[in-house]
């Protein structure tokens, strides 16, 4: 009698412990956790692709786990997309300082409202601040320095470098205007010009000196914006916006504006006193 004898078919072996991918999913736990703190924002940068490639090449290891390495791969991309946003908001949080100047505004004993100085928090130049008279009315008890509630003339606008004080508004100009240069263009129908009479001082340190970037625009019941752009004039005594001034100096003068003579006395300015400084508003009366 013949036996017949057979081999014990092969056990093939449990995949192992993949340690490069253990090694891969703490360097991107780690390059995550660093990547969320603004500070260790640059250490997140560099473990995150480390644990990247190192997730990769732990997929590629035979007869190895590869959970760990997939873990790892995940999280180091999640890692950098969030790594990303950080980045992006610490970058536009320090431009936002870097380009932007608090107003404050100081109204004085003399003036409409007797109120000393208070922060405005930021430029007042939304939607609802320019909307119509009806809701200026209704909102007319609101925050000082918007369009609703506008600061009285006088009032000190100021920012780190720079204090303006609207000190008057000639609202029937338009003679004034037209007899200080023939050649300016007479108002369009239904319009008239107005005089801005303001003062810019610079309480800046700069050495160099600085040149007064105010802005003025005159925004009409309706909620239309007009600047001294609109029309070129040659006005009397006009604003030197083009002068240096050191710290201390202020210089003063009238910014010319062609606007609708229709309740012209309801409009309001919208004053920037510097490049970078929130505008508020002041009243025209």
Avoid at 3 to 31: C, D, F, M, Q, R
Avoid at 148 to 176: F, H, K, Q, R
Wanted: hydrophobic share 45%; glycine share 10%; charged share 15%.
């Amino acid at each position: 009698m013949t036996s017949t004898y057979t081999e014990p078919a092969a056990v093939e072996a449990a995949p192992g412990k993949n340690v490069l991918g253990i090694i891969a999913l703490i360097t991107a736990i780690l390059g995550t956790i660093f990547a969320c703190v603004p500070g260790a924002l640059i250490l997140g940068w560099v473990l995150l692709p480390i644990a990247f490639i190192l997730a990769l090449v732990s997929l590629f290891l035979r007869g190895k786990k590869r959970g760990a390495g997939i873990a790892a791969l995940i999280l180091s991309v999640v890692g950098t997309i969030i790594g990303v946003v950080v980045f992006l908001t610490v970058v536009g949080n320090a431009f936002d300082d870097a380009f932007s100047d608090e107003t404050n505004v100081s109204v004085g004993q003399n003036d409409e409202e007797p109120a000393a100085e208070e922060t405005v928090p930021a430029a007042v130049t939304s939607d609802e601040d320019t909307a119509g008279e009806d809701s200026a009315v209704e909102e007319g008890d609101g925050e000082q320095g918007t369009r609703a509630n506008p600061y009285p003339l006088g009032a000190e606008i100021s920012t780190s470098e720079w204090v303006v004080t609207v000190n008057s508004v000639d609202l029937d100009a338009t003679a004034a205007v037209l007899e200080e240069n023939p050649y300016n263009d007479a108002p369009e129908e239904g319009h008239a010009y107005i005089l801005v009479n303001l003062t810019a001082q610079y309480i800046g340190d700069d050495a160099e000196g600085e040149t007064p970037w105010v802005g003025v625009e005159y925004v009409s019941p309706a909620g239309n914006t007009f600047t001294s752009a609109d029309v070129f004039a040659v006005v009397p005594d006009s604003f030197d916006s083009l002068g240096t001034l050191y710290e201390g100096a202020s210089t003063s003068g009238n910014i010319g504006l062609h606007v609708p003579a229709e309740s012209v006395e309801e409009g309001t300015l919208k004053v920037s006193p510097s490049l970078f400084g929130d505008a508020v508003f002041v009243a025209v009366n």
